[in-house]
């Protein structure tokens, strides 16, 4: 092709110095191609996160330090808002709330990893047809879901106090009644993620090589102890990763709260609504129904916070637990 | 194997007993919905509850009566439809760049990708929604539409899915004189039909089921999605349950029977951003 280069390159060196720099300006200019074409290939997303992503995070920060008028005008308060935020009760309780949906919320994953476990046994029957019964919930619509279960916990027509009453106890009205509101929405949360969950664990149970049981077996290793000491540490990183994924989407709790909880006058009419109030769904409510956005800013970066210490945390912790093959 | 045949069993039947209870758990909410769905109002609100429904296929149609639910559906498949296209091409765009070509700065904007991955969506919304105003595009489709053309989760997913190919393809399609946007087009996508498919499917469950932004932005009921457009009827406790019940079932089922066809790529996407992603 190019015949400048047939000689040696101590030929090239020394009776030809300028075909070198030819050689690599051509290259160079394919480079340059190359990264062109690179640059307008990533334009399209790359302008599009900037514009509706990154610069709206930065503008969030901002606005966490303003104050907004009625007409969406804004003005510099500094920290006037963070300082309102520590003593405002609404506030903390709704972190409060967050917090305790988060940590009740990983009992999901130990159910998880029972029914994987059980759905992992050698040549069970139906696997397929219990993990799309299990998934069902995962891919329905969370404001359906919410629904049904608003009227499954109905205090007066629900199913559920209809089947405790056959055992003689008496239900309360479950998502109004503000000793029972946190944990009913909790039992949703979980039902909802639980196949979500499975199919993760599954899939981690999968990769395990049956020689490890069969070795275990020999040596007189039960069941419990061979998922002890094989399952369980060989299935970390996928209980890291739901972990990790779980306290992040419980941290970020908002449509299961909103249909079933109410929003606005509704939610003010509802006796529990203190007891199930969420972050985002305070965010919500200060940015959009209050108009009051330069504080909901400030909330929402609390969030921020909030979700940036947890994950690091367990990020920390990781290296304890978390075995990688 | 070196279980006793006879323990084996009566194990495999406690699984399937275990098994059984969860999956009765999980389906059941759905079974009573349906149920409700077709009951009369009275029917419905009858202590204690009864199993038999009135078969009032009605209510499925007194749906269109309570909202605007032809628009709403029409706005929800335009919203998917017009997102999931967007993310399938702007996604494998950036993802074979990233994944395939050389250029200064990748590692660098790669990065700056990945944190947009990591920041919580409602941080973005305000800002969002100023954007949305200020272009008068509020109560629009445009609105639904435009910011979830973007996805930096899709780039990242995509990405895995080139970096698994064979360095040899493009290097033998650039022997051949093929340049980057025709490797891209010819040769990259087709071979990147799964991890395509996985990103369409996890898009239309997303947005089918998103309720936070289009709340936000449309609040005209004809210009809601199915989601937004049935929680706004939360908080009508007068309202007519079973009607709301066939209402829920049908604005989930699109997804439901999407789902039940194409299981298998379902579960793989999720099995594959579950452990790779």
Same mark, same amino acid.
């Given at each position: 092709?190019?015949?400048?280069?047939?000689?040696?390159?101590?030929?090239?060196?020394?009776?030809?110095?300028? *075909?070198?720099?030819?050689?690599?300006?051509?290259? +160079?200019?394919?480079?340059?191609?190359?990264?062109?074409?690179?640059?307008?290939? =990533?334009?399209?997303?790359?302008?599009? !996160?900037?514009? $509706?992503?990154?610069? *709206?995070?930065?503008?969030?920060?901002?606005?966490?330090?303003?104050?907004?008028?009625?007409?969406?005008?804004?003005?510099?308060?500094?920290?006037?808002?963070?300082?309102?935020?520590?003593?405002?009760?609404?506030?903390?309780?709704?972190?409060?709330?967050?917090?305790?949906?988060?940590?009740?919320?990983?009992?999901?994953?130990?159910?998880?990893?029972?029914?994987? &476990?059980?759905?992992?046994? *050698?040549?069970?029957?139906?696997?397929?047809?219990?993990?799309?019964? $299990?998934?069902?919930?995962?891919?329905?619509?969370?404001?359906?879901?919410?629904?049904?279960?608003? +009227? !499954?916990?109905?205090?007066?027509?629900?199913?559920?106090?209809?089947?405790?009453?056959?055992?003689?106890?008496?239900?309360?009205?479950?998502?109004?009644?503000?000793?029972?509101?946190?944990?009913?929405?909790?039992?949703?949360?979980?039902?909802?993620?639980?196949?979500?969950?499975?199919?993760?664990?599954?899939?981690?149970? @999968?990769?395990?090589?049956?020689?490890?049981?069969?070795? &275990?077996?020999?040596?007189?290793?039960?069941?419990?102890? @061979?998922?002890?000491?094989?399952?369980?540490?060989?299935?970390? *990183? #996928?209980?890291?990763?739901?972990?990790?994924?779980?306290?992040?989407?419980?941290?970020?709790?908002?449509?299961?709260?909103?249909?079933?909880?109410?929003?606005?006058?509704?939610?003010?009419?509802?006796?529990?609504?203190?007891? =199930?109030?969420?972050?985002?769904?305070?965010?919500?409510?200060?940015?959009?129904?209050?108009?009051?956005?330069?504080?909901?800013?400030?909330?929402?970066?609390?969030?921020?916070?909030?979700?940036?210490?947890?994950?690091?945390?367990?990020?920390?912790? @990781?290296?304890?637990?978390?075995?990688?093959? | 194997?070196?279980?006793?045949?006879?323990?084996?069993?009566?194990?495999?039947?406690?699984?399937?007993?275990?098994?059984?209870?969860?999956?009765?758990?999980?389906?059941?909410?759905?079974?009573?919905?349906?149920?409700?769905?077709?009951?009369?109002?009275?029917?419905?609100?009858?202590?204690?509850?009864?199993?038999?429904?009135?078969?009032?296929?009605?209510?499925?149609?007194?749906?269109?009566?309570?909202?605007?639910?032809?628009?709403?559906?029409?706005?929800?498949?335009?919203?998917?439809?017009?997102?999931?296209?967007?993310?399938?091409?702007?996604?494998?765009?950036?993802?074979?760049?990233?994944?395939?070509?050389?250029?200064?700065?990748?590692?660098?904007?790669?990065?700056?990708?990945?944190?947009?991955?990591?920041?919580?969506?409602?941080?973005?919304?305000?800002?969002?929604?100023?954007?949305?105003?200020?272009?008068?595009?509020?109560?629009?489709?445009?609105?639904?539409?435009?910011?979830?053309?973007?996805?930096? $989760?899709?780039?990242?997913?995509?990405?895995?899915?080139?970096?698994?190919?064979?360095?040899?393809?493009?290097?033998? &399609?650039?022997?051949?004189?093929?340049?980057?946007?025709?490797?891209?087009?010819?040769?990259?996508?087709?071979?990147?039909?799964?991890?395509?498919?996985?990103?369409?499917?996890?898009?239309?469950? +997303?947005?089918?089921?998103?309720?936070?932004?289009?709340?936000?932005?449309?609040?005209?009921?004809?210009?809601?999605?199915?989601?937004?457009?049935?929680? #706004?009827? @939360?908080?009508?406790?007068?309202?007519?349950?079973?009607?709301?019940?066939?209402?829920?079932?049908?604005?989930?089922?699109?997804?439901?029977?999407?789902?039940?066809?194409?299981?298998?790529?379902? =579960?793989?996407?999720?099995?594959?951003?579950?452990?790779?992603?």
């Amino acid at each position: 092709m190019t015949a400048t280069v047939t000689g040696t390159a101590d030929d090239v060196r020394t009776a030809v110095p300028a *075909p070198v720099p030819a050689r690599r300006r051509r290259r +160079w200019r394919h480079r340059g191609a190359e990264a062109a074409w690179a640059y307008l290939l =990533i334009a399209p997303t790359g302008l599009g !996160l900037a514009v $509706f992503y990154l610069w *709206p995070v930065l503008q969030t920060g901002y606005f966490s330090f303003t104050e907004w008028g009625p007409f969406g005008g804004h003005e510099w308060v500094g920290l006037d808002n963070y300082r309102t935020l520590a003593a405002d009760d609404e506030v903390l309780t709704a972190l409060r709330n967050t917090v305790a949906y988060t940590l009740l919320g990983l009992l999901g994953i130990p159910l998880a990893v029972m029914f994987a &476990a059980l759905l992992n046994r *050698p040549r069970l029957r139906g696997v397929s047809a219990y993990r799309a019964l $299990f998934f069902l919930p995962v891919v329905t619509m969370p404001v359906a879901v919410a629904m049904v279960w608003r +009227w !499954l916990y109905n205090g007066d027509y629900g199913l559920i106090n209809y089947v405790l009453s056959l055992v003689g106890v008496e239900g309360p009205h479950w998502i109004a009644d503000p000793a029972t509101a946190l944990y009913a929405l909790v039992a949703v949360g979980i039902w909802t993620s639980l196949g979500y969950n499975i199919v993760i664990f599954l899939a981690g149970m @999968q990769a395990i090589p049956r020689e490890y049981y069969e070795a &275990a077996a020999i040596d007189g290793a039960g069941a419990l102890a @061979q998922f002890r000491r094989i399952t369980l540490p060989l299935l970390s *990183p #996928s209980l890291f990763f739901v972990s990790v994924l779980s306290v992040i989407g419980s941290l970020q709790l908002f449509d299961l709260v909103y249909v079933m909880g109410g929003s606005g006058q509704s939610a003010r009419a509802n006796p529990a609504f203190p007891r =199930i109030q969420t972050v985002v769904h305070l965010f919500y409510d200060k940015a959009f129904y209050t108009n009051d956005r330069g504080y909901a800013a400030a909330i929402v970066m609390a969030l921020l916070v909030l979700i940036v210490t947890l994950t690091a945390i367990q990020f920390r912790l @990781q290296k304890r637990w978390v075995h990688y093959g | 194997m070196a279980e006793r045949p006879a323990a084996a069993r009566g194990g495999r039947t406690a699984t399937h007993v275990t098994l059984l209870i969860g999956a009765a758990v999980m389906v059941g909410p759905f079974l009573w919905q349906f149920l409700t769905s077709l009951k009369t109002l009275s029917n419905a609100m009858k202590v204690p509850p009864t199993f038999t429904p009135d078969w009032r296929w009605s209510n499925y149609g007194d749906v269109f009566e309570l909202l605007p639910f032809g628009h709403q559906i029409l706005n929800t498949v335009l919203m998917t439809a017009a997102r999931t296209a967007g993310q399938l091409l702007f996604c494998s765009m950036a993802a074979y760049a990233f994944a395939r070509l050389r250029f200064p700065g990748r590692g660098l904007l790669f990065g700056i990708f990945l944190s947009v991955l990591m920041v919580p969506p409602p941080l973005f919304v305000i800002p969002q929604y100023e954007i949305m105003a200020d272009l008068g595009w509020l109560n629009s489709l445009t609105a639904l539409i435009v910011p979830g053309l973007f996805s930096a $989760f899709g780039v990242f997913l995509l990405r895995q899915f080139f970096l698994g190919l064979p360095k040899e393809l493009d290097e033998a &399609a650039r022997l051949d004189g093929a340049g980057p946007l025709r490797i891209y087009w010819s040769v990259m996508l087709p071979l990147a039909k799964p991890g395509l498919l996985a990103l369409g499917i996890l898009t239309v469950l +997303w947005s089918w089921n998103d309720l936070f932004w289009p709340l936000i932005v449309n609040t005209d009921p004809e210009q809601m999605t199915l989601s937004a457009g049935l929680a #706004s009827l @939360q908080g009508q406790f007068q309202t007519d349950y079973p009607v709301l019940m066939a209402g829920s079932l049908l604005a989930s089922l699109p997804v439901i029977v999407l789902f039940t066809v194409m299981q298998r790529h379902f =579960i793989q996407g999720i099995a594959f951003s579950g452990n790779k992603g």
